[in-house]
């Protein structure tokens, strides 16, 4: 929770961030600020709790094309390219 002052008030605001975190990885890494990535920051003067699914539809459309299609991707330690899936779990 955070604020902002808009003139003479204190308006308090709520921000939910959704992190997104490769499980392939050893659980030290996987969780290290390195490998996570922010996807989307929802802030407004409440939680959003039941009307949360407008805000995760671009997400799951994304996963959803990543899970069928994939998306090429580079092993640099195998120095070959090949198509990535992803799975939301």
């Known amino acids: 929770m955070?604020?902002?002052?808009?003139?003479?008030?204190?308006?308090r605001i709520r921000v939910g961030p959704f992190i997104?975190?490769?499980?392939n990885l050893p659980p030290g890494m996987r969780m290290s600020l390195e490998y996570m990535f922010l996807?989307?920051?929802?802030?407004?003067?409440s939680n959003p709790k039941l009307r949360i699914d407008v805000y995760l539809e671009p997400l799951i459309e994304e996963l959803e094309n990543l899970?069928?299609?994939g998306v090429l991707a580079h092993d640099n330690a195998k120095k070959e390219t090949f198509t990535m899936h992803a799975a939301l779990m």
């Open 2 to 11: 955070g604020s902002h002052r808009m003139g003479s008030t204190v308006v």
């Open 39 to 45: 996807t989307m920051v929802i802030s407004g003067p």
């Open 67 to 69: 899970w069928h299609v």
């Open 20 to 23: 997104l975190t490769p499980y």
